[in-house]
């Protein structure tokens, strides 16, 4: 089941360089904000048929729930729309090791401090490590772009 979950995820990751791409030159035509609302009303219709189609009944509603868990939604709005806007300028790979990054180290400290009520994972230097990887892959992949762009010049 791991191994599912986590070849998924890197499915997901795939999907989203992919929409990260097909946005910014939806983007450089028509607008960034035009681009990321196409895509959150596209998807909202999709998840609604989803919804009516598969989801079970629950007994706790979206009006039910603490508020401050419905924050959530609206993340995606600046990761659509810098997304759209950055990949036209910086190419798909570094803006998608950017991304990486902040998702990681975000995601170390949401471990490690327990936050929005997830499971504590603790700290260790290998999880810190992993993050200077990501940093020295974006500085090779970035080094690598503007070495071909002044090869082009």
């Known amino acids: 089941m791991i191994l599912l979950m986590v070849f998924l995820s890197v499915i997901a990751g795939a ?3 992919v929409q990260a791409a ?3 030159q939806l983007g450089s035509v028509v ?5 990321a609302f196409l895509t959150f009303s596209v998807g909202a219709l999709v998840t609604a048929m989803l919804i009516y189609l598969f989801e079970p009944r ?4 979206l009006m039910d729930v603490p508020k401050w868990q ?3 939604a609206m993340f995606g709005v600046p990761y659509v729309a810098i997304m759209a806007f950055s990949v036209q300028r910086i190419g798909a790979a570094v803006a998608t090791v950017a991304v990486i990054i902040g998702q990681v180290t ?3 400290m949401i471990d490690t401090f327990g936050w929005f009520g997830n499971q504590v994972i603790p700290f260790s230097i ?3 490590l992993a993050v200077v990887c990501l940093v020295i892959a974006l500085y090779f992949i970035y080094t690598s772009n503007a070495a071909k762009n ?3 010049n």
Request: proline content about 0%; glycine content about 8%; hydrophobic content about 45%.
């Open 150 to 152: 002044k090869n082009a």
């Open 15 to 17: 999907l989203l360089s």
């Open 106 to 108: 975000m995601s170390i």
């Open 126 to 128: 290998t999880r810190v």
């Open 22 to 24: 097909v946005n910014s």
């Open 58 to 61: 629950y007994a706790v509603t």
């Open 31 to 35: 607008g960034t904000f035009q681009s």
């Open 70 to 72: 419905l924050i959530g």
